[in-house]
């Protein structure tokens, strides 16, 4: 999965995301308003029930005509010929404003009880001479009943008049969906009320599936390159975590704010229908762009916790580090300054100030002098007390510094020290003594361990010299069969083995207990690269191993003796030429850095290495378990020990079959 | 014919270096210790002997007194046979009087080659002459080794070795410039007359084959010796 942005580009997930968001968003928004306000955002009931009110006028009408003894006057209008929809003039009001019903008017001629209740205001007034009013909006399918007109009566009363249009029996649809047909539109909007009911909830879970899944696609790609290893800061990244929230938050407020305005503006009914699309399209861009805002912000908070300790890249943090950064400076400043100070003096300096406050808050506070003449007595006895205890505490201090600094013997006078003191210094006493025994005892174990390697060794060469000479008398002496002469051959290797292995054997034990004495030189890494390689170059290729060399182009010098820091090499390249795999290439690397020169040699193994890179130092062992090819598993062992011992230092790692030293020396 | 006294404590060992010896047509005459060597030396037939191989650690007296004490009454050549390879008995050894020295345990071919080389130093050239450099500018002669400029001829131990070209020309480089260390970059811009780029383990290429055709044991040259991070140089031998 880490793998991702290998498929997808960043940019497309992006995208996407963002797509699924905006469409996410709609969905609920659209399920939302079906569960709070229905589809008409005035309406409580939605258009099931504009359409029942529809029917409801014309009871209402019907019911109106009959009580005043009249009837509905029907005339037909020749602009809403085809829409389906007849009309009635009502010369009365239907309103919900129940300011209306201040009017007199309408009091006198409330229709009791006749009506629903959701149309508790629903008022009419049938006047004499009904007058007409048709309203353009009302082809526009703008509420019907709010355009009224209103004429002042000779009673003093107002008359209003309004229009009401209705069907009369089925629906006629023949203007359809699309010629402005409002019941055609209604109805339509009606017949996909209850799939968009189940629909758009479920859109919006999918859809918010959807973006869950492409956001972790975006949060593993994000600060990965193609092709490339590791986690990478762009110019967001670096910006300060708590820096971002706050400007990422304030452009998406502004976003908010257009968008509300401009879902305002929609929202109005007598704004021209033509700017909707305009609207609507602003209405989407802004969505988009807050959702690619928002994206980028989480991708950016994404690489920062990748990155790990995230919190290092916040505003807060940088401020609370400077203030600590600031009180470590000052801490250590005075700490200094204290510590130029001899601490008898510091601790005499302290006793003074303490001595002149007391002195001067007794002055002050107890003027008769009563007090004044047993504080003096008290100080001067005082005073004579941390003198003896500093003298003997520095006594004790000072050894202990001395004993830590270089292990020296230390003896503790004791004389005319208290016996907690004295306690104290006899056991820095005994802890000294044991010390100096353990040195010693350890220094002989270790020069008889090397005696005993090295004289064992001198002894074992004499019978070998016998053997390996008669051997090869016996080779001279053309016996025959076949048998015989491969039994001499193995006789030979294996007493040349031997040889090896003594020759090694000496020099590990005198390399590992520094028994050799180094003449220091500056030697050009360059050069002694160079001619390891003339060394090695054939014996490689013969195994088939393919040696590829990096050196620097300028000259770099560092300080060893040659002749060891061949061996180091010897036994490097010697290890290479043995255990690599054949068919494979060997690095060896030159760097110079800080001061430092660094040789790096990487092969791939033969056998498997199923071991760790500590245990292979360590003398004897080998990386294969079968210990049956050349070699005795002491090459590293002295590498290292030599490369310690002339202050460099040799790392060994093992990556799978990747086996790879490190050298490093101070450049001279 | 040439008399060898060996002298070494282990018998074993004595008898396989007479083996070799006489195969080579010399003669031995043993010696189980220092101070028997001694005797023979101060004795009738010491002014016979034309080559000691003696080992160092002996009951009795060791190597390096008798060595001392046989260098008052002779000159004869002495190889020193030590299972010490510390560079401190070399050096023990060689001030004392030991003309060469070979470790334990040895190559039986390689202590041939030096005995041949010491004998025919010590009988040809003259007990005089020590380690050889010779007037005549057309002959170089480091050790074993010798050089004929004009023949274009290489001799180890009066065996000839046959070189390439650029094998011959370092060689020569290296002898005329005997003791002084020379950078693979002086050697190639010597030789080949191109400043050296890319070509940097060249030299080290071919003084490896050298090394091989005239070192008995390459791991641990007598002649060709690499300083290394800094050349390659032939010293003379003592």
């Known amino acids: 999965m880490k793998n991702i942005y290998k498929r997808s580009s960043k940019i497309r997930l992006a995208l996407a995301c963002a797509f699924c968001i905006m469409a996410m968003l709609a969905c609920i928004t659209g399920t939302a308003i079906f569960a709070c306000e229905g589809v008409y955002g005035s309406h409580p009931h939605g258009i099931e029930n504009e359409l029942m009110r529809k029917a409801g006028y014309e009871c209402a009408l019907r019911a109106v005509a009959e009580y005043h003894g009249g009837e509905i006057i029907t005339e037909c209008d020749t602009s809403l010929e085809g829409t389906g929809f007849k009309y009635g003039i009502i010369d009365g009001r239907l309103d919900r404003n129940p300011d209306f019903n201040a009017e007199g008017v309408f009091e006198e001629k409330n229709f009791n009880g006749k009506l629903p209740e959701d149309y508790g205001y629903f008022q009419f007034h049938l006047g004499e001479n009904p007058k007409f009013y048709l309203s353009d909006r009302l082809l526009a399918g703008s509420d019907y009943y709010t355009d009224w007109e209103s004429e002042q009566g000779e009673d003093g009363g107002t008359t209003l008049y309004t229009v009401v249009y209705f069907t009369e029996g089925a629906p006629d649809m023949t203007g359809g969906y699309f010629h402005g047909n409002l019941y055609a539109q209604a109805a339509a909007l009606a017949a996909m009320v209850p799939t968009l009911r189940v629909a758009m909830p479920i859109g919006a879970a999918l859809l918010l599936g959807l973006t869950a899944w492409l956001l972790y696609l975006l949060f593993c790609a994000a600060g990965r390159r193609y092709g490339e290893e590791g986690i990478f800061c762009g110019l967001w990244e670096r910006i300060p975590m708590d820096l971002a929230v706050v400007i990422v938050g304030f452009l998406e407020m502004m976003l908010a704010v257009i968008m509300v305005s401009a879902a305002d503006s929609m929202s109005r009914p007598y704004e021209p229908y033509e700017y909707l699309v305009w609207i609507l399209a602003l209405a989407a861009l802004l969505t988009f762009a807050g959702c690619l805002l928002g994206i980028r912000w989480l991708m950016s908070v994404a690489v920062n916790v990748k990155k790990g300790k995230w919190w290092r890249n916040t505003v807060v943090y940088r401020i609370l580090k400077l203030i600590a950064n600031c009180l470590a400076a000052f801490r250590s400043s005075s700490r200094a300054i204290r510590k130029s100070i001899r601490w008898d003096i510091r601790i005499w300096a302290l006793f003074g100030v303490i001595t002149f406050l007391e002195g001067f808050g007794l002055a002050v506070f107890d003027a008769d002098g009563a007090l004044l003449t047993v504080w003096f007595f008290e100080k001067i006895l005082f005073g004579a007390a941390l003198f003896f205890i500093m003298k003997w505490y520095g006594r004790l201090k000072e050894a202990a510094v001395r004993m830590a600094e270089d292990g020296s013997e230390i003896h503790i006078d004791t004389k005319g020290m208290p016996l907690d003191f004295e306690e104290h210094a006899e056991a820095l006493n005994a802890i000294s003594g044991g010390m100096a025994v353990a040195m010693a005892e350890r220094m002989k174990s270790e020069r008889m361990k090397t005696e005993l390697i090295t004289n064992v060794s001198h002894d074992i060469k004499t019978p070998l010299t016998s053997i390996i000479n008669y051997v090869d008398l016996l080779e001279k002496e053309n016996i025959e069969g076949e048998k015989a002469n491969e039994y001499l051959e193995v006789l030979d290797r294996q007493s040349k083995h031997l040889k090896k292995l003594i020759e090694d054997l000496i020099e590990a034990s005198k390399a590992a207990t520094g028994n050799i004495k180094f003449h220091m030189e500056s030697v050009n890494a360059r050069v002694l690269l160079n001619q390891s390689i003339g060394e090695f170059e054939e014996r490689l290729l013969q195994n088939g191993i393919e040696l590829v060399t990096n050196m620097p182009e300028e000259e770099v010098h560092l300080w060893a003796d040659n002749r060891y820091l061949w061996r180091v090499f010897d036994n490097l390249m010697n290890n290479i030429v043995k255990y690599a795999q054949p068919g494979t290439r060997a690095y060896v690397d030159l760097t110079e850095e800080e001061g430092k020169v660094r040789f790096v040699f990487r092969n791939i193994s033969r056998n498997a290495l199923n071991i760790s890179a500590d245990e292979l130092m360590e003398r004897f062992v080998r990386g294969d378990a079968s210990r049956n090819t050349e070699g005795n598993g002491l090459g590293l062992s002295i590498a290292r020990s030599l490369t310690e011992s002339m202050d460099g230092s040799m790392n060994l790692s093992i990556d799978g079959d990747l086996f790879k030293v490190i050298l490093t020396f101070e450049q001279e | ?238």
Not at chain 2, 92 to 112: H, Q, R, S
Not at chain 2, 156 to 168: A, K, N, Q, R
Not at chain 2, 171 to 177: D, F, I, P, S, Y
Request: charged share 30%.
């Open chain 2, 1 to 238: 014919m040439n008399r060898i006294l060996i002298c070494d404590d282990e018998p074993d060992i004595l008898s396989a270096l007479r083996i070799y010896l006489e195969s080579e047509g010399m003669e031995v005459v043993t010696a189980e210790n220092g101070q028997v060597a001694l005797d023979i030396m101060s004795g009738e037939e010491g002014g016979d002997i034309h080559l000691i191989l003696m080992d160092v650690m002996m009951p009795e007296m060791d190597g390096i007194t008798a060595m001392a004490q046989i260098r008052k009454i002779s000159n004869v050549p002495i190889i020193m046979l030590t299972a010490k390879s510390e560079d401190a008995d070399k050096v023990v050894g060689l001030t004392v009087g030991a003309d060469d020295y070979v470790t334990k345990p040895f190559n039986p071919v390689e202590l041939m080659a030096r005995v041949k080389s010491q004998l025919r130093r010590y009988t040809m050239l003259g007990s005089a002459t020590g380690a050889g450099s010779s007037e005549d500018a057309d002959i170089l002669i480091i050790g074993g080794i010798e050089l004929r400029d004009r023949a274009k001829e290489v001799y180890l131990d009066g065996e000839p070795v046959s070189l390439t070209p650029l094998e011959y020309d370092i060689l020569k480089c290296l002898m005329t410039h005997r003791g002084e260390v020379l950078s693979p970059k002086d050697i190639y811009e010597e030789i080949w007359q191109e400043p050296m780029v890319g070509a940097e383990s060249t030299v080290a290429v071919h003084i490896r084959h050298l090394r091989e055709k005239l070192e008995y044991d390459s791991a641990n040259p007598r002649y060709l010796k690499a300083v290394w991070g800094r050349g390659y140089k032939m010293d003379d031998i003592h």
